[in-house]
């Protein structure tokens, strides 16, 4: 079984907005930096927003000011608000979550922000 789900993308127009949750029910969600990265094909996987066990965030430049990254220790949830949408903001959208000699990944959600 997989150890973190994405869900939440989907088509949007430019300036729109939406919210991606990454569920976690199986591994021990407070003790992990959990992040949201994304992948365009031919480019690299390149970090979206991070945010530690306690609760610090980091944000990719091209994101900053416009999404959010959340979590719900209780609910084993990550949350990722994407506000003012953009084309360049399409990708594929993972979760990963991290500690110690434990890393895991989601199977991706797609975002397509398009007119």
């Known amino acids: 079984q997989v150890q973190l789900v994405e869900s939440g993308g989907g088509l949007v127009q430019p300036g729109g907005s939406l919210r991606l949750s990454c569920a976690a029910p199986?591994?021990?969600?407070?003790?992990?930096?959990m992040g949201w990265y994304r992948q365009v094909p031919g480019k690299e996987r390149e970090l979206v927003a991070v945010?530690?066990?306690?609760?610090?965030?980091n944000y990719a430049d091209s994101v900053n000011g416009r999404f959010t990254i959340s979590r719900d220790n209780a609910k084993k949830m990550l949350y990722l608000q994407m506000l003012n949408l953009k084309p360049e903001d399409t990708a594929a959208y993972y979760c990963?979550?991290?500690?110690?000699?434990?890393?895991?990944w989601g199977q991706g959600t797609q975002v397509t922000v398009s007119s």
């Open positions: 990963n979550a991290d500690w110690s000699s434990f890393h895991y």
């Open positions: 945010i530690t066990s306690s609760g610090r965030t």
């Open positions: 199986r591994i021990s969600f407070s003790l992990y930096a």
